[in-house]
């Protein structure tokens, strides 16, 4: 139907251009929809401008130095990383992002919608009205706005810590940096960081980084962490800190006091629906203030969805795009679809990497009695070189069913190996599934399927 026929401007008016909203307002509008997106800074959301893009390419960037004094462990001559060299790096980074940024206002344009550099606010169940003094009507609205890095009332730390909407973006780079908070943000920072080159300290107030991970997992990376030289130490928190000749003071709760060039805080994200209009117009939100949506993404005003980082289920990129796919095919095919949240895989890109799919052994405890099966070894391209890194295997399997409940891997390409491992999670694979599955020697994913003999079980 096309927006004169509905009687509104639009049938579908987006507010977020991240990968939700460009991916819900690109498809709606190639399906005949006349679409309208406005979004306030950069096209391509936290995702691609401030966040898991730039940051893996940073990953990447942190890998050469450890891995040129590993070469020459292994015989390499005259291969010294040297010093890395942030003036190079940066612009790279940029015109990288430039690009991606470029290719999404390009897909959504040549899908036929209209592009709205501008902020919008919900003035009502069907109307918005732009920063730039225009005002439409809309027969449906999605708010796909995501969400923002949340800063403590820590003194000194609005005027002087940076968050992850920063880091990509400082002018000089920083020798000494502390890292606040203990969540996958945190950690995979101080990690690229420690891997650049910098002096690396992380603080975190809780009792393990990584919670709401496998337990035994959070203190398998945790010792790795410390051992790779990241300075971490969990009870603390900033006290306050204040700006010296020398760089930025910092007090810990514990007294301590130490000197940073940078201090960063990790330490939560909150849904961005700060002035968006939406309690005003009857959209209830929830703890943070969260969207709060049905199984179909359909907020408590009917003509008014949310998709992805604001609404606060699984804020992963793939699961924005899957949530704007089934909002699609929803309000504009006629077919009821929920996005399927169950048995999302997820990557850490820690110093070695994070892989995960399905329940942590003590969640999969609670439910129902389990056998674990793990096995923590040096690979043989670390023990070749006498390196003291190891990396983690682990299944969790129901007694009931021996279907595999939960894997989590830890090391070098975990990311690349759970994407495979989480198929046959999706598909219900047994233990006897891996058990008959033959071995791909030497590698280290072959002890995925080597794995015998429970090492716990209930």
Known sequence: MSGNESGFDYDLFVIGGGSGGVRAGRVAAEGGAKVALAEEFRMGGTCVIRGCVPKKLMVFASHY??????????????????EFDWGQFQPMLHAELDRLEAIYQRNLGNSGADIFNARAVVTDAHTVALSSGE??????????????????DTPGAHELGITSNEIFNLETFPKRILIVGGGYIATEFACIFNGLGSHVAQWYRGAQILRGFDDEVRGFLAEHISASGVDLHVGLEVERMERRVDGIWVKGT?????????????????????????????????????????????????SI????????????????????????????NG????????????????????????????????????DVYAAAFRPMQSSFIGSGERVLFKLIVSQATQKVLGVHIVGPGAGEMIQLAAVAVKMGATKADFDRTVAVHPTMSEEIVLMKTPVRKD
């Open 65 to 82: 130095g450890p891995a040129a004094e590993e070469a020459a462990k292994y015989g390499w001559r005259g291969n010294a990383a040297g």
């Open 135 to 152: 005002t439409f009507t809309a027969k449906h609205i999605l708010a796909a706005t995501g969400g923002r890095p949340f800063l403590p």
């Open 254 to 302: 514990d007294g301590r006091e130490e000197m940073f060039d940078q201090v960063m805080f990790a330490t939560g994200r909150v849904p961005n629906t700060d002035g968006l209009g939406l309690e005003e117009a009857g959209v209830k939100l929830g703890r943070g203030g969260a969207v709060e949506v049905d199984a179909y993404s359909q907020t408590s005003v009917p």
């Open 305 to 332: 969805y949310a998709v992805g980082d604001v609404t606060n289920r699984i804020t992963l990129t793939p699961v924005a795009i899957r949530e704007a796919m089934a909002f699609v095919e929803t309000v504009f």
């Open 335 to 370: 077919n009821p679809t929920s996005p399927d949240h169950e048995n999302v895989a997820s990557a850490v890109f820690t110093q070695p990497e994070y892989g995960t799919v399905g329940l942590s052994e003590e969640d999969a405890r609670e439910a129902e009695k389990i």
